[in-house]
Nanobody, 126 residues
Framework: QVQLVESGGGLVQAGGSLRLSCAAS????????MGWFRQAPGKEREFVAR????????YYADSVKGRFTISRDNAKNTVYLQMNSLKPEDTAVYFC???????????????????WGQGTQVTVSS
């Protein structure tokens, strides 16, 4: 069992930065790949980024590539999402998720995730 709690969301102007954190409970955190997703009002949940268990491999959605960076610290049971050059279209609730699926250079689908956090709101004003 893994419990996930996101933090770090808020209101920021376009062009600004935010760093999201996802703290995990449980001693098996390092055995899971992790992902970040987001969901805007009226839209489906979409993949943002993923990272493998050790942090050595990452993969990003085209819409955030070059602006967002996913990382993890297994000693702290935490995964991060550094978001730079934010745009109004990045406005959404951001969720972290844990997945037992082996890492691949492809999007992580929501149905491939075993555990979810409650989400944190990110609002980017123009």
């Amino acid at each position: 069992q893994v419990q996930l709690v996101e933090s770090g969301g808020g209101l920021v102007q376009a062009g600004g930065s935010l760093r999201l954190s996802c703290a995990a409970s449980g001693r098996t955190f390092s055995s899971y790949g992790m992902g970040w997703f987001r969901q805007a009002p009226g839209k489906e949940r979409e993949f943002v980024a993923r990272i493998n268990w050790s942090g050595s491999y990452t993969y990003y959605a085209d819409s955030v590539k070059g602006r967002f960076t996913i990382s993890r610290d297994n000693a702290k049971n935490t995964v991060y999402l550094q978001m730079n050059s934010l745009k109004p279209e990045d406005t959404a609730v951001y969720f972290c998720a844990a997945s037992q699926k082996l890492f691949s250079n492809n999007i992580l689908r929501p149905e491939e995730c075993n555990y979810w956090g409650q989400g944190t709101q990110v609002t980017v004003s123009s």
